[in-house]
């Protein structure tokens, strides 16, 4: 039996329609890694790339400041100077749902990705 | 040769059978699918408020939250005890009037207070709401710490002590047919800090409940209480993953073990929550009312119970008790399990509490 030219041309364009289609109907949040969003009292103040490193500056009329780092997918507050220090204290975030809360100055980082938090809420 | 090309339509075909099937699936599970989204906000009990839940649109979710925001600024305007509203008798106007006279509050006041003495009877004096003049001290101290760059010294044991003789509980007198409360003792002051924000925040579940809310979850500065159950692609209910929080702060786990709770609450006390430090030694915010100083017996206490009231009051309590005295409390009462972390970060469970573990 002879493989015809044909049936491997149509074979051919199965296989790639076949990967197109999938990547054509993936859901849209998983062909990027995520959004950091920093809102202050509730209001958007700026939404960044989870993917692109960056170190973002805050300052508003009171002087109050709080700097937000991405680097490697991963967010932390690296400066502040609210009276407390807890949202500098408080780690690393890098999953979907997972905020850091300066509350002295009404800021908050959060996160949204395609990448599930291993859980919904944190009790603390 | 003919199988090739029977193959290939085959495959041809199949291809897209299967999309067009995922495609009719996807219709489908969107008009019966509830979707999940969250909302935060920062304005009561000084915390943050987190609200997870799932709805047919944002507009009803957004509802939703409005509505645990206005119930929580209600209950955290009743049970202050720093700020005076207009109009409004809340606990720091029972304060004021401390020796003097017995203020009119409203009954959620009267239910919180009946409540935290019953709390106090069950913990065995593990938490006294009647020990504001002591833990105002240190709330003194401590807000000087967070707003001053040079270090503050610790309260004299002198003071704290003379503080600690107006702390008796009997000395607060309910009035349940007139709606009053009065302090019999000038020198006494409630601090409802153990008890309000648990209490608040089972009262807005249970009101959220009443109106036919399900799939929801609170957590008020990390006191979690949920509504239901969580949904899962399917829109079937599944129970939610609540971690707690891992007391090593640099670590990238943010949480140490992660529970799963369906109409259930839990809620943690931890040292890393609120403290300031002097001579590089933090002091948190739980005190013990037998020695007036911050406990060092644990990094964190979590209960897992039903109601958030008792889960708040009660981890305050184990917090403030050895670990056999904690241990024999929490056994002793049905439905309540508790979570243990030493200082050396090793984990202790009450019985029953491991098989909730995700």
């Known amino acids: ?124 | 040769m003919k199988t090739i090309r029977k193959l290939c339509i085959f495959i041809w075909i199949s291809v897209f059978f299967l999309q067009a099937c995922t495609r009719v699936e996807n219709t489908v599970a969107d008009k019966a699918q509830k979707t999940r989204y969250s909302a935060s906000f920062l304005d009561v009990f000084d915390t943050v408020t987190q609200v997870v839940g799932y709805a047919e649109t944002e507009e009803e979710f957004k509802s939703y939250s409005q509505m645990v925001q206005e119930r929580l600024e209600y209950y955290h305007r009743l049970y202050d005890i720093y700020n005076d509203y207009e109009g409004i008798a809340n606990i720091k106007t029972i304060n004021d009037k401390a020796g003097m006279e017995a203020v009119k509050v409203d009954k959620d006041i009267i239910d919180l207070l009946k409540f935290s003495k019953e709390m106090y009877v069950q913990t065995d004096g593990k938490v006294n709401i009647a020990m504001g003049s002591v833990l105002r001290i240190w709330h003194d101290i401590r807000e000087t710490a967070t707003n001053s760059t040079t270090e503050v010294s610790l309260p004299a044991m002198e003071e704290l002590t003379l503080a600690n003789q107006y702390v008796d509980i009997e000395k607060l007198i309910i009035n349940e047919e007139e709606s009053t409360v009065f302090l019999a003792d000038a020198n006494m002051r409630l601090d409802v800090g153990s008890t309000a924000k648990g209490y608040a925040t089972e009262q807005v579940a249970r009101y959220l409940k009443e109106q036919g809310i399900d799939n929801i979850m609170l957590s008020v500065g990390g006191n979690v209480r949920a509504v239901g159950s969580k949904l899962d692609d399917n829109g079937n209910p599944i129970p939610w993953s609540v971690g707690i929080q891992n007391p090593d702060m640099t670590s990238e786990n943010q949480s140490i073990v992660v529970v799963n709770i369906e109409d259930k609450t839990l809620v943690t006390s931890g040292v890393y929550e609120r403290y300031f430090t002097v001579g590089g030694k933090n002091y948190h915010h739980i005190i013990d009312p037998d020695t007036l100083y911050p406990g060092e017996s644990y990094l964190s206490v979590s209960i897992l119970c039903e109601d958030s009231g008792q889960a708040d009051a009660l981890s305050t309590a184990v917090f403030n008790m050895d670990l056999e005295q904690g241990r024999a409390l929490i056994e002793s009462l049905e439905n309540v399990e508790a979570m243990w972390i030493l200082p050396d970060m090793q984990i202790v469970y009450s019985s029953g509490f491991e098989k909730n573990l995700k």
């Open chain 1, 1 to 124: 039996m002879r493989v015809k030219k044909t049936d491997i041309i149509l074979l051919s364009v199965i296989g790639i329609l076949a990967v197109l289609s999938f990547f054509a109907f993936r859901p849209k949040e998983l062909q990027d890694k995520g959004k950091v969003s920093i809102s202050v009292n509730a209001k958007e103040e700026k939404v960044l790339d989870l993917a692109e490193d960056t170190v973002y500056v805050y300052e508003n009329d009171k002087g109050y400041t709080n700097t937000i780092s991405i680097s490697g997918g991963k967010v932390r507050m690296t400066d502040a100077n609210c009276p407390d220090q807890l949202c500098v204290h408080q780690g690393v975030i890098a999953k979907d749902g997972e905020m850091i809360v300066c509350l002295p100055h009404g800021l908050v980082v959060e996160i949204e990705s395609s990448e599930e938090a291993e859980a919904d809420i944190i009790a603390k």
